[in-house]
């Protein structure tokens, strides 16, 4: 198991180009009207994870994990080819094998049952034979090469704002660099720490929460991610950010009095400093442009999603089920399941009747998954 993010399968196997995640969603594109509607499955999945987790008592790292699993998953397979619910199942079991919070096989079967056959989602071939899970744990295992050891940003933030744990560090001392109290730091000498108080600290969390919505986590470090998160919280944030206006803002000019200095005694203390964020930032020893470009596909994230919604809406794509541009209908889970079983549809029929009118052969994972329908 790796100790160091530098040395890790994370860092040298599993943060990928944008060309190699391209071409993983090409055959997928093809089956969809518009190329958003493979960033709203990207939401809709990491929800379930989510609310699955929850179920499963899992802790918010566990959740993350099996996110971060999925999306590994898809790198090597087609939503078109697969079935995602299953595969988020087998997710979740592993992520908490892998953070040492184990499951029992049942319980995740039993709670995957009764959480995907809900009206809002209409799975209704969920397997109940805990033996389909346990082979798609195979598969998943497999093509996952076996690297189970995730680094998450969590671990940066706290670093940087001073709020790491004796027991964080001897458990992750990884995540920040070569070491935690010497050595040298990726954020730079190391010297004081970003000082945030519970709520800004808590928004940072919430925004890293919400990157696993998207596909950050296969792009960029998770040290980056962290540092955008914390970024977009001193923009965001009210009192942070008229910190930082204040502090860009001209000093007045200092007034002039004949009055002696006899009541210098009952004069006010001064201030304390603030602390300089911009400083603080400018300081980091990272690529600024990427933790900009970071925060900006953060924020297109949110954009798109609120146009998606848990609730079922009386028109729009998520009443209607219709397979027209997404626009700026609200896109529902109904509406992207029945998308799923579309894709499915036309994916087999198309292996079934390749244009060179030679079928093709359907490989045994594919085989597998549909028989556990």
């Known amino acids: 198991m790796a100790t160091d993010f530098w040395t890790s399968s994370h860092n040298k196997r599993w943060v990928i180009d944008r060309a190699t995640l391209k071409q993983a969603r090409t055959e997928d594109l093809q089956y969809v009207d518009s190329p958003e509607h493979i960033d709203f499955l990207n939401i809709y999945f990491a929800n379930l994870i989510a609310m699955l987790g929850k179920r499963l008592s899992l802790r918010q790292r566990v959740i993350a994990t099996a996110t971060v699993f999925f999306r590994r998953f898809y790198v090597k397979n087609l939503y078109c080819e697969t079935d995602p619910f299953l595969v988020i199942a087998a997710c979740c079991y592993v992520a908490a094998k892998a953070e040492e919070s184990p499951v029992h096989i049942k319980n995740v079967v039993s709670e995957s049952r009764l959480m995907f056959s809900q009206e809002g989602y209409g799975v209704k071939n969920f397997p109940s034979d805990n033996s389909k899970l346990a082979e798609m744990e195979f598969y998943l295992v497999s093509d996952l090469e076996c690297d189970l ?32 109290d010497n050595g040298p730091r990726y954020w730079g000498t190391g010297e004081g720490r970003l000082e945030l108080e519970e709520g800004p600290l808590q928004t940072a969390w919430f925004i890293i929460n919400d990157t696993y919505r998207s596909e950050l986590c296969l792009l960029y470090p998770p040290h980056m991610i962290a540092i955008a998160a914390i970024y977009l919280t001193l923009v965001l944030n009210d009192k942070t950010r008229d910190a930082i206006q204040a502090q860009a803002a001209p000093a007045p000019p200092p007034r002039r009095s004949s009055r002696t200095n006899s009541g210098s005694a009952h004069r006010k203390p001064a201030p304390a ?45 998520g009443g209607s089920g219709a397979g027209d541009s997404a626009g700026d209908d609200v896109v529902t889970p109904a509406f992207l399941t029945q998308l799923l079983l579309r894709m499915r549809e036309a994916r087999l029929a198309d292996l079934a009747h390749p244009a060179s009118g030679q079928p093709i052969a359907v490989n045994k994972r594919l085989e597998r998954t549909q028989a556990a329908g």
């Open 273 to 317: 400093q603030q602390q300089d964020f911009v400083g603080f930032m400018a300081g980091l020893r990272v690529s600024l442009p990427t933790v900009a470009m970071i925060a900006q596909e953060v924020l297109s994230l949110y954009t798109l999603w609120e146009r998606y919604s848990d609730a079922a809406p009386e028109s729009g794509l």
């Open 149 to 180: 050891v995730v680094f998450h940003p969590y671990r940066t933030l706290l670093t940087l704002c001073g709020r790491e744990t004796a027991h964080a560090i001897v458990a992750e001392a990884g995540e920040v660099g070569v070491g935690v």
